[in-house]
């Protein structure tokens, strides 16, 4: 078991990695002090395969549970469901102190990051993330959201969990097309910010697809790491460094969009949207054609799409406008310098863009 910690003063809080260590939830849970009652936002695949032994923890360690379902759909993910939840929790807080459990992946994360931050104000909450992108990225900084129909993500808080619970015993449960998707926010870290990560990759191909639990536990440590460094010194994405964690989402954003949400997964989309920066480093000069080629190696080796298929340019283009990180039609961009080495660059032209998205063509 390791731990990383979010520095941010009054509210840091720890991540917890290991494997199979549900057992020790109630332990930190209590020490924590949020309360007496949980209020556990999770999906009916997830209490069913998870829940008994869940609740046996919780109970064990004296803690009131209940259960709120929601459906394993990003259309969770909205200010409907978030006031069904809200009701169903306020009518749940009758007697004692109530926190919110996050147990599942992004979509429940968000949500219930989101209801946590505006129920009374604002109560506690944990994360239990039980996806790899989850693990590494969704369950840490504290970016709450649900979606509207103009756009992803477009109404929340930025609200920090308590704590956050990564068992990588869960990832057992992902199907492959599940772990490429957190693969693709993995590799974004060793591009941005560990070369070692990146090297440690390039050779652990196979026991990632088995699954080795010392080798996820390393991975989800080493990203929890980085993302935990950068939150900490910039929580609130105002001083160009979170914004780094933004590598391939430009356009991976503008592709997902494009698509309709239908056609790329988030991990596919930010695996072609990484390919793209990397292509617009190399047109800007900044970064050898080794590098290039070895970051589309590692993509491609961990089963992401290199080439968009049935997405018009001009549609991607269009897309790329509406990216909530805009102001006006100024764009912004991360790109790299090398492997380890990110910056944001601002105005880049419509042409080079084209020619980096005809890149993936
Ligand atoms: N997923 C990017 C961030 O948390 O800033």
């Given at each position: 078991?390791?731990?990383?910690?979010?520095?941010?003063?009054?509210?840091?809080?720890?991540?917890?990695?290991?494997?199979?260590?549900?057992?020790?939830?109630?332990?930190?849970?209590?020490?924590?002090?949020?309360?007496?009652?949980?209020?556990?936002?999770?999906?009916?695949?997830?209490?069913?395969?998870?829940?008994?032994?869940?609740?046996?923890?919780?109970?064990?360690?004296?803690?009131?549970?209940?259960?709120?379902?929601?459906?394993?759909?990003?259309?969770?993910?909205?200010?409907?469901?978030?006031?069904?939840?809200?009701?169903?929790?306020?009518?749940?807080?009758?007697?004692?102190?109530?926190?919110?459990?996050?147990?599942?992946?992004?979509?429940?994360?968000?949500?219930?990051?989101?209801?946590?931050?505006?129920?009374?104000?604002?109560?506690?909450?944990?994360?239990?993330?039980?996806?790899?992108?989850?693990?590494?990225?969704?369950?840490?900084?504290?970016?709450?959201?649900?979606?509207?129909?103009?756009?992803?993500?477009?109404?929340?808080?930025?609200?920090?969990?308590?704590?956050?619970?990564?068992?990588?015993?869960?990832?057992?449960?992902?199907?492959?097309?599940?772990?490429?998707?957190?693969?693709?926010?993995?590799?974004?870290?060793?591009?941005?910010?560990?070369?070692?990560?990146?090297?440690?990759?390039e050779n652990g191909y196979r026991q990632v697809k088995q699954r080795n639990p010392v080798v996820l536990q390393k991975i989800v440590h080493a990203c929890s790491r980085i993302k935990a460094d950068i939150v900490?010194?910039?929580?609130?994405?105002?001083?160009?460094?979170?914004?780094?964690?933004?590598?391939?989402?430009?356009?991976?954003?503008?592709?997902?969009?494009?698509?309709?949400?239908?056609?790329?997964?988030?991990?596919?989309?930010?695996?072609?949207?990484?390919?793209?920066?990397?292509?617009?480093?190399?047109?800007?000069?900044?970064?050898?054609?080794?590098?290039?080629?070895?970051?589309?190696?590692?993509?491609?080796?961990?089963?992401?799409?290199?080439?968009?298929?049935?997405?018009?340019?001009?549609?991607?283009?269009?897309?790329?406008?509406?990216?909530?990180?805009?102001?006006?039609?100024?764009?912004?961009?991360?790109?790299?310098?090398?492997?380890?080495?990110?910056?944001?660059?601002?105005?880049?032209?419509?042409?080079?863009?084209?020619?980096?998205?005809?890149?993936?063509?």
């Amino acid at each position: 078991m390791s731990i990383v910690k979010v520095d941010l003063g009054k509210r840091s809080y720890s991540i917890i990695i290991g494997y199979a260590i549900l057992s020790q939830l109630g332990v930190h849970l209590k020490r924590l002090n949020m309360g007496t009652d949980a209020f556990i936002i999770t999906n009916s695949f997830l209490k069913k395969k998870y829940g008994a032994r869940l609740l046996q923890v919780l109970s064990g360690a004296g803690f009131n549970c209940h259960f709120k379902l929601i459906a394993d759909s990003e259309k969770s993910k909205s200010m409907e469901t978030a006031g069904v939840v809200i009701k169903e929790l306020a009518k749940f807080d009758q007697k004692k102190k109530v926190f919110i459990i996050a147990f599942g992946g992004g979509v429940v994360g968000d949500l219930a990051g989101f209801v946590a931050s505006v129920y009374k104000r604002g109560i506690s909450y944990i994360q239990i993330p039980t996806t790899l992108l989850a693990q590494v990225d969704s369950a840490i900084g504290g970016k709450t959201a649900v979606d509207l129909d103009l756009g992803k993500n477009l109404v929340g808080a930025f609200y920090q969990p308590r704590l956050v619970f990564s068992d990588v015993s869960f990832l057992k449960s992902l199907d492959l097309t599940q772990i490429r998707c957190g693969m693709a926010e993995v590799i974004k870290y060793a591009v941005i910010k560990d070369q070692n990560l990146f090297r440690f990759l390039e050779n652990g191909y196979r026991q990632v697809k088995q699954r080795n639990p010392v080798v996820l536990q390393k991975i989800v440590h080493a990203c929890s790491r980085i993302k935990a460094d950068i939150v900490g010194r910039d929580e609130k994405e105002t001083l160009g460094l979170r914004s780094l964690l933004n590598f391939g989402h430009t356009i991976g954003h503008a592709i997902e969009a494009a698509g309709g949400y239908k056609g790329y997964s988030h991990g596919q989309a930010v695996g072609l949207g990484m390919l793209a920066a990397v292509d617009l480093s190399y047109k800007m000069g900044l970064v050898a054609r080794k590098s290039v080629l070895r970051i589309e190696n590692l993509i491609r080796l961990y089963g992401l799409p290199v080439k968009i298929k049935g997405v018009a340019v001009a549609k991607i283009i269009q897309a790329h406008y509406y990216d909530k990180k805009f102001s006006g039609r100024e764009n912004k961009f991360i790109l790299i310098s090398g492997i380890g080495r990110a910056k944001v660059v601002r105005n880049i032209g419509l042409d080079l863009i084209k020619e980096a998205l005809c890149r993936i063509i």
